[in-house]
């Protein structure tokens, strides 16, 4: 008998009730979902494009910041997009409604992502965004096939508010969640082009945190050196392009957007970071790091355990998936993309193994966890979101537990 099956004797595989979730529920509810979502960018690219209501900008604002930095890059002045006010005056200049919003988008990328942005920027910035954003919705459902092939799942999949997050905002974590997922699929397989991928998420070095850490207790060399390599490839191109001012450029703006989250300045109801949970019940900021860095460090443990002896693949990709949610302090509600990675790792597991009690229920929460920053948090005054995903990863490290337990 299966190691999960011979542990869940009794429970996952009795003749119980059937789940409430069955194949129907599932589908009605995530085309609703997935209506709701059309609706919705429906509604705002009317009232953006057409109406031209004030302060509403269309979909997928925050990629000016992109597009404005390659326009830098293509006049011969590439420090200039970490220069905050010559930037914002080049995003007004492409979407004037962003001085109604009153928001500032400063370029707080390391340079090696300049390159990557470089090619958008010899496109009119209308077509740069539908172009960027279809590049992205396509690479990470191409992914996210890879890990779940069923086609019962692919619905979901699609109604993913991850997903439309991510298109709302403009920003780049489909991209580089599509990155990150892709590696994990082929790190059994082809580890040098796993690390490879790994190594090109280090443009958004507080997203690769968890990786080193699996390779190195998994002792997968191959994908390590690869990623180590990439990375310093990258960094090295970076500095001989953009020369070393840019390294000096990018730790400026990184320290103004430090003091920024510290002080409040930025909107702590959508950085899913116990950090953000600790500051919005009015913690300090020394208290506030206190916490993070413990819950990071527990974090950290669980890759090691998960990746230190064996168990399931899907375990183990699911557990650096949702500790990467938990490692670092700067993190937002976008970002949450890499955890439907890891969703669609634990519910390939479950659906093949059988599942726990309040296993399904867990994924619907997670499924739901990035509309809280934007519909939920901001009236009850509580980050609940990095709760929810300690839980998850609470609910695989015990799965692993489980699975170990039954093969002695």
Partial sequence: MDAIEAAQKGSAHAPATPHWLNRERLRVYSAT???????YFAIWSVRACVLKVPGVIPPGGDFVVFWSAAQMILQGHPLAAYDVAALHALELATVPGIAATQFILPWL?????????????????????????????????W????????????????AFPGLALVVVTGQNSLLLAACAGLALVLLPSRPIVAGVLLGLLTVKPQLALMFPVAFVC??????????????????????????????????????????????????????????????????????AYAMHLTVALGATAVVAYAWLKPCSYALRTSAVLMATMLASAYLYDYDLVFMGLGMAW????????????????LLILLWLLPLGGMLLIKWIHFQ???IVLLLALVHIARRIYLERASNT
Avoid: Q
């Fill in 33 to 39: 979902a997935l209506a709701c979502s059309a609706l």
């Fill in 109 to 141: 990328y390391p340079p090696t992502f300049l390159p990557f942005v470089l090619p958008f920027g010899l496109l009119p910035y209308w077509l740069a965004v539908p172009i960027f954003l279809g590049i992205s919705v396509a690479s990470y459902l």
């Fill in 143 to 158: 992914v996210v096939k890879r890990i779940v092939p069923w086609r019962d799942a692919w619905l979901p999949c699609v």
């Fill in 218 to 287: 998994g002792r997968s060399w191959k994908a390590l050196g690869a990623m180590a390599v990439t990375s310093l490839g990258l960094f090295t191109l970076a500095v001989v392009v953009f020369g070393s001012a840019s390294l000096t450029a990018f730790l400026r703006n990184a320290e103004f957007a430090r003091s920024a989250v510290e002080a409040g300045a930025v909107f702590l109801g959508r950085m899913p970071t116990v950090f953000a949970l600790v500051r919005m019940l009015h913690g300090g900021v020394a208290l």
């Fill in 346 to 361: 634990l519910a390939t597991h479950g659906r093949r193994y059988g599942w726990l009690p309040g296993e399904r229920e």
């Fill in 384 to 386: 609940l979101m990095p």
